[in-house]
T-cell receptor, first 114, second 110 residues
């Protein structure tokens, strides 16, 4: 199993540009989520999904969109990038149910917005 | 919502000594407390977790303790080794979502 994969690893955008961060998992996990990591602030939840066709907002959703058309994929879209979105983005997945606990993280995407 | 505070933000220990990281949480309904280790350039990886019906859990050199009354939990690393150098995050589940602490940079010096 590849686990959780993310592309690209690095990206530089200009203010106002749009892009999609890709995330895929091959563990048949129902739950997928996106976090951003900023120095001194830990990981903050952006959006999450409990299954195909179902998404919801996390702690810091503004400026980001998500969709979940399949169990495997959970892309994160930046519609109009801003310098405040410069961060490292992590996708994670886990199974649902009472034992839904361990989240498996991807390797991250380092995004710089100029 | 849940608020998780983590201390210290940096921790430097001599190889072979113990390291302790402490976290507090605010939501009394939280029932699951994982600890993640993040090495440079990688995503966080679960190293140990504890549920609210357990007070202590140990896995080789790593142990976690939980005090539900005081709403705090701690990570203990004994006999530290250079490969323990990393950023450690505590977290608590609230309303099905993980809330992370700000992280602790642990540096183990030979």
């Amino acid at each position: 199993n590849a686990g959780v994969t993310q592309t690209p690893k690095f990206q530089v955008l200009k203010t106002g540009q749009s892009m999609t961060l890709q995330c895929a998992q091959d563990m048949n996990h129902e739950y997928m989520s996106w976090y951003r990591q900023d120095p001194g602030m830990g990981l903050r939840l952006i959006h999450y999904s409990v299954g195909a066709g179902i998404t919801d907002q996390g702690e810091v959703p503004n400026g980001y969109n998500v969709s979940r058309s399949t169990t495997e994929d959970f892309p994160l879209r930046l519609l109009s990038a801003a310098p405040s979105q410069t961060s490292v983005y992590f996708c994670a997945s886990s199974s649902l149910g009472q034992d839904r606990n361990e989240q498996f993280f991807g390797p991250g995407t380092r995004l710089t917005v100029l | 919502g849940e608020n998780v505070e983590q201390h210290p933000s940096t921790l430097s220990v001599q190889e072979g000594d113990s390291a302790v990281i402490k976290c507090t949480y605010s939501d009394s309904a939280s029932n699951y407390f994982p600890w993640y280790k993040q090495e440079l350039g990688k995503g966080p990886q679960l190293i140990i977790d504890i549920r609210s019906n357990v007070g202590e859990k140990k896995d080789q050199r790593i142990a976690v303790t939980l005090n539900k009354t005081a709403k705090h939990f701690s990570l203990h690393i004994t006999e530290t080794q250079p490969e323990d150098s990393a950023v450690y995050f505590c977290a608590a589940i609230s309303w099905g979502k993980l809330q992370f602490g700000a992280g602790t940079q642990v540096v183990v010096t030979p």
